[in-house]
């Protein structure tokens, strides 16, 4: 079965520091990832998405996310956190049937 | 371009009523997917639509249904309400149904059973 984990529910970072935000997920063929953010009272934005193409993966607004097989992880970083960027991020995976399966969501705060 | 859309924003109905949400895809995009999103979790899909017929439906009891139109918009219903059917309802499109397709969302319908 697909699933997806995202190992913190808050994260919290000073303006100008990185960002990491970590997902975990499992799959039992070569999976289809993508991170999407939520800013308060909003819909879901798609941030990248992992199709089994280049490993490393560039988004929108800074953010990248790194593919790695061995460790079943696909985690979300950006070099300098803007105030901005202040949202709910989540990490999700394709399923058959055009499902997707989201994680819980990690709330990012961005301290001045 | 325009994005998805969906109506109504917010909607306040009581227990046992019925709803219905719309939600109109971006423009070439050929599959709609619901999904039911209850504060502070992620989202949890419900059914997918592909050319009118259903390609995927969630685990959301039959009181659910949803249907496609030949423009591709779509309509996501739910009878016999209850409270916990609370939730924010999001519409997403894309251009065929497949792995190698994003899904766009849109801003989503604020439901409030009361």
């Known amino acids: 079965a697909q699933s997806v984990t995202q190992l913190d529910s808050h994260v919290s970072v000073s303006e100008g520091t990185p960002v990491l935000l970590r997902c975990n997920y499992s799959s039992s063929y070569s999976p289809s990832l993508f991170w999407y953010v939520q800013h308060p009272n909003k819909g879901l934005q798609l941030l990248l998405k992992y199709t089994s193409a280049a490993t490393l993966v560039k988004g929108i607004n800074g953010f990248e996310a790194e593919f790695k097989k061995s460790e079943t992880s696909f985690h979300l970083t950006k070099p300098s956190a803007h105030m901005s960027d202040a949202a709910e991020y989540f990490c999700?995976?394709?399923?058959?049937?055009?499902?997707?399966?989201f994680g819980q969501g990690t709330e990012l705060s961005v301290k001045p | 371009d325009a994005g998805v859309t969906q109506s109504p924003t917010h909607l306040i109905k009581t227990r046992g009523q019925h709803v219905t949400l719309r939600c109109s895809p971006i423009s070439g995009h050929k599959s709609v997917s619901w999904y039911q999103q209850v504060l502070g979790q992620g989202p949890q899909f419900i059914f997918q639509?592909?050319?009118?017929?259903?390609?995927g439906r969630g685990n959301f009891p039959d009181r659910f249904s949803a249907r496609q139109f030949p423009n591709y918009s779509s309509e996501l219903n739910v009878n016999a309400l209850l409270l916990g059917d609370s939730a924010l309802y999001l519409c997403a499109s894309s251009p065929r149904t497949g792995s190698s397709y994003e899904q766009y969302f849109g801003p989503g319908t604020r439901l409030t059973v009361t």
């Open positions: 639509y592909y050319e009118k017929e259903e390609r």
């Open positions: 999700s995976i394709y399923n058959q049937g055009g499902k997707l399966i």
